[in-house]
Nanobody
Framework: QIQLVESGGGLVQAGASLRLSCAAS?????MGWFRQAPGKEREFVAA????????RYADAVKGRFTISRDNAKNTAYLQMNSLKFEDTAVYYC??????????????????WGQGTQVTVSS
């Protein structure tokens, strides 16, 4: 079992950028980011394999968000540029054991962080 802790959320204006971090206690995992807005289902944002060689993005964020990782620091990142009001949500980091798969299905992840709030004003 591992611990995942997200950070970097905040309140920004539309068009601004934020970088979210997900610090893991250690291990060997593929990782992903999901988000959930009030009254909506949790949705996939981005995922990355253990090596960093494979990534996947939701259409809504493609070209604006970039997922990356630094395995020496056991940390994954989500760089969010050109933020829009509709990006407002709690963002969750997740990890799973199929290390080569940038998994898009939330149910296939084994571990979840507590989330960090991102609010974008219009």
């Amino acid at each position: 079992q591992i611990q995942l802790v997200e950070s970097g959320g905040g309140l920004v204006q539309a068009g601004a950028s934020l970088r979210l971090s997900c610090a893991a206690s250690g291990g060997h995992y593929a990782m992903g980011w999901f988000r959930q807005a009030p009254g909506k289902e949790r949705e996939f944002v981005a995922a990355i394999s253990w090596s960093g060689g494979s990534t996947r993005y939701a259409d809504a964020v493609k070209g604006r968000f970039t997922i990356s990782r630094d395995n020496a620091k056991n940390t994954a990142y989500l760089q969010m540029n050109s933020l829009k009001f509709e990006d407002t949500a709690v963002y969750y980091c997740a990890a799973h054991l199929r290390v080569g798969v940038p998994e898009v299905m939330a149910g296939r992840y084994d571990y979840w962080g507590q989330g960090t709030q991102v609010t974008v004003s219009s």
